[in-house]
């Protein structure tokens, strides 16, 4: 008798250390004691730290599929924090993109209803497109941003999700991004510290939603 395939595999990529961190502490974490990233959850779960920015991003993405079993069948889902656009948002916030948009184009994401719905239990979520940029965002940049219907910005983002729809329609791609900082709290004003603190402890508590979702995708009506 044959044995049963393997799960699909779901990817979870962010940027900086401190996000590394808050992922890696999340509850449903397991150790991967061969993996230097660090595992993450169920054994067909990954944790990826890509480095800052959109060429890094990028690199990191297709190192990382290059040796997928299936081609198009890993789940890849970008989080890690972000500067929230929209008036009213608030460190700790969640956002969850409809789509992410750069200068090379905008990747459309894959079962956004039921990600903010799993993510609405860990705080107020908005839905809406996610810009990339390459630089931190402040004042008229950041309402700029804003004016061209994007909810939230953040630098990796949208280069990973583009990398990884390169050449394949089938593999289910999102982003999910923790407010660090918003139009009512930016980065270089007092509170940053407590800001910060806000959104650390959010994504650190999100792994089981993110499970949730590409649970979903698994299901055979799905």
């Known amino acids: 008798m044959a044995s049963p395939a393997a799960?699909?595999?779901?990817?979870?990529?962010?940027?900086?250390g401190i996000e590394h961190l808050a992922l890696r502490r999340g509850p449903g974490r397991r150790p991967g004691p061969d993996d230097p990233n660090g595992g993450t959850g169920p054994d067909n779960v990954r944790l990826l730290r890509t480095g800052m920015g959109a060429q890094a991003a990028r690199r990191a993405m297709t190192r990382a599929l290059v040796q997928e079993a299936v081609h198009g069948g890993t789940a890849v889902l970008a989080t890690g924090f972000c500067a929230g656009l929209v008036s009213g948002m608030r460190p700790g916030d969640l956002v969850v993109a409809a789509e992410t948009r750069d200068p090379h184009g905008?990747?459309?994401?894959?079962?956004?209803?039921l990600l903010a719905t799993a993510l609405s239990g860990y705080g107020t979520v908005h839905v809406g497109p996610l810009a990339g940029t390459d630089h931190v965002v402040r004042g008229r940049a950041r309402a700029a941003l804003h004016e061209?219907?994007?909810?939230?910005?953040?630098?990796?983002?949208a280069a990973t999700l583009d990398a990884a729809?390169?050449?394949t329609a089938r593999r289910p791609v999102a982003?999910?991004?923790?407010?660090v900082d918003a139009p009512g709290h930016e980065l270089i004003r007092i509170g940053t510290l407590r800001g910060g603190i806000s959104a650390f402890r959010v994504l650190r508590g999100v792994l089981p939603?993110?499970?949730e979702w590409h649970r979903s995708l698994l299901l055979p009506w799905r």
């Open 175 to 179: 982003a999910v991004r923790v407010v």
């Open 209 to 211: 939603a993110f499970l």
């Open 165 to 167: 729809a390169a050449g």
């Open 7 to 16: 799960p699909d595999p779901l990817l979870l990529t962010c940027a900086l």
């Open 148 to 157: 061209t219907g994007a909810i939230a910005a953040d630098m990796e983002s």
């Open 106 to 113: 905008h990747t459309p994401c894959t079962g956004t209803e």
